[in-house]
């Protein structure tokens, strides 16, 4: 490694860490650095040419972001294994990385503006092994048996608790169901009191990914426009006022970010309770407010029982958890457990006790707190270094919450095309238009900022979005 030439030549205009970036990706790209080659560590480097920590940092943080170097953790960081090999000399442009719709990239590595996906930099690690270690450690022959299908009972009992306290929310352990994920909530509410063909509310713009397991699972979605107070309540009234469900994002909607308000939520209620309708709560990232305190749960004014609530564990821990939870009412518990035993076999136990265990323990409150702290702090280097780049271009929609920017495009422009060119070029943004049905939402693109971890960063990403951005236009 170090026959490589990386020593900064000071006197240049350059920025140091910029030159040590391009050194490093020069040295991958002709073959010197090879796919799977493990490279110094940040204090390493640093000490070796004599630089600030931070400054190595910076450089790999870009090489990172552009998909050249892949961190594993306590292994240290490596070439990233995806880059094709190439002879000495021959020099290679990043692999092509197409985002999915969901602007997820492939499992080994995250994608820069990455939607959905939680500061995987800053998960404490360390911790969460130490106590799955212990459960290891622990572990009994009836920890070998299935699951429980409804949830480890620890679980349960520590997000009563924490829903209590946290969202407001008054229930019984027996009352949340653990489940594998947002999807698996979704399919179970269908199966234990939806029929096939039965209409369902939904909000639009929305999470496509809901929209595609309702429809998959046979339900007839209405889309209803949403405005600066949220889903048209008056509107799902006026269409399909017998509607059997409605799927909603309340706190932050997905993916515009305005809080339902007030009026509209006792509206909702009073429908639910009239119709005898059920209401299903995403409430996927509310614990992220940057201004104020985060908002009650819709299920908090819940007096009649009409409200399933739904929360995952992916946006604030990890998506590989694999982890959601479901609150039903205390009279539909029954018929939930039912479903739960006959279609699932339960989730690991062992991630269970592990969570249950981040709960009790205080780390899960402490880990939101740096989270909210930390995302304020990299939300504005996005935000900033987008209105350096692109000037009265975007505008930059700060909303009080959540873990992704949407930028509205100034002058009329196909977001679709720019999305596409911008994923083309390795960057996962995704265009407003694509998550809408019906109504239209004006044209922007959805940027995700929780792991863009400096000010020069972001700038770095910022520049690589308007290149891909201008080709497009030229």
């Known amino acids: 490694m170090y026959s490589i030439r990386l020593t900064p030549e000071r006197d240049q205009a350059t920025p140091i860490y910029l030159q040590l970036y391009q050194r490093l990706r020069e040295a991958i790209g002709e073959g010197r650095l090879q796919p799977g080659e493990r490279v110094p560590s940040v204090r390493a480097l640093a000490s070796e040419l004599n630089l600030a920590r931070g400054t190595v940092e910076a450089a790999y943080q870009l090489l990172v972001g552009e998909g050249y170097l892949l961190p594993r953790g306590p292994a240290g960081t490596v070439v990233s294994p995806q880059l094709p090999h190439a002879p000495t000399g021959a020099a290679i442009a990043p692999r092509p990385q197409t985002p999915s719709r969901s602007g997820s990239g492939p499992a080994s590595e995250a994608l820069p503006f990455q939607l959905g996906l939680p500061a995987l930099d800053a998960f404490p690690r360390k911790l969460w092994s130490r106590l799955g270690a212990r459960h290891l450690r622990q572990l009994a022959p009836t920890d070998l048996d299935y699951p429980d299908s409804q949830g480890l009972p620890a679980l349960r009992r520590s997000l009563v608790r924490y829903l209590g306290v946290s969202r407001g929310i008054a229930?019984?352990?027996?009352?949340?169901?653990?489940?594998?994920?947002?999807?698996?909530?979704?399919?179970?509410?269908?199966?234990?009191?939806?029929?096939?063909?039965?209409?369902?509310?939904?909000?639009?713009?929305?999470?496509?990914?809901?929209?595609?397991?309702?429809?998959?699972?046979?339900?007839?979605?209405?889309?209803?426009?949403?405005?600066?107070?949220?889903?048209?309540?008056?509107?799902?009234?006026?269409?399909?006022?017998?509607?059997?469900?409605?799927?909603?994002?309340?706190?932050?909607?997905?993916?515009?970010?305005?809080?339902?308000?007030?009026?509209?939520?006792?509206?909702?209620?009073?429908?639910?309770?009239?119709?005898?309708?059920?209401?299903?709560?995403?409430?996927?990232?509310?614990?992220?407010?940057?201004?104020?305190?985060?908002?009650?749960?819709?299920?908090?004014?819940?007096?009649?029982?009409?409200?399933?609530?739904?929360g995952t564990f992916s946006k604030v821990l990890f998506p590989g958890l694999r982890l959601a939870y479901l609150v039903v009412p205390p009279a539909q518990v029954e018929r939930f457990a039912a479903c739960a035993g006959t279609f699932d076999h339960g989730c690991p136990a062992l991630a269970q006790a592990i969570a249950a265990d981040f709960l009790d323990q205080g780390h899960f409150a402490r880990h939101l707190k740096r989270m909210r702290a930390l995302y304020a702090q990299r939300r504005g280097f996005l935000a900033t270094a987008l209105e350096q780049v692109f000037g009265s271009a975007l505008s930059v929609e700060l909303q009080a919450g959540g873990i992704h920017l949407l930028a509205r495009l100034n002058a009329v422009q196909d977001d679709v095309a720019l999305a596409a060119r911008a994923q083309t070029a390795g960057l996962a943004v995704m265009a407003l238009s694509q998550w809408a049905r019906k109504h239209p939402c004006g044209s922007g693109l959805l940027l995700g900022f929780t792991n863009i971890a400096s000010a020069e960063q972001a700038l770095h990403l910022a520049r690589r979005l308007a290149t891909a951005l201008d080709q497009d236009a030229r």
């Open 171 to 310: 229930c019984e352990p027996q009352q949340v169901f653990i489940t594998a994920g947002y999807r698996s909530a979704l399919l179970l509410i269908r199966r234990a009191l939806l029929q096939a063909g039965d209409a369902c509310w939904f909000e639009d713009p929305g999470y496509f990914k809901a929209r595609e397991v309702l429809e998959g699972a046979d339900l007839r979605l209405i889309p209803l426009p949403v405005d600066e107070q949220g889903l048209r309540v008056d509107e799902g009234q006026r269409l399909a006022a017998d509607a059997r469900c409605a799927l909603v994002t309340p706190s932050h909607q997905s993916p515009l970010g305005v809080s339902l308000s007030l009026p509209r939520r006792l509206a909702l209620l009073d429908w639910a309770q009239a119709s005898q309708a059920w209401i299903i709560e995403d409430d996927y990232d509310s614990e992220y407010r940057y201004v104020g305190r985060p908002l009650p749960a819709l299920k908090s004014l819940d007096h009649h029982g009409r409200v399933l609530y739904c």
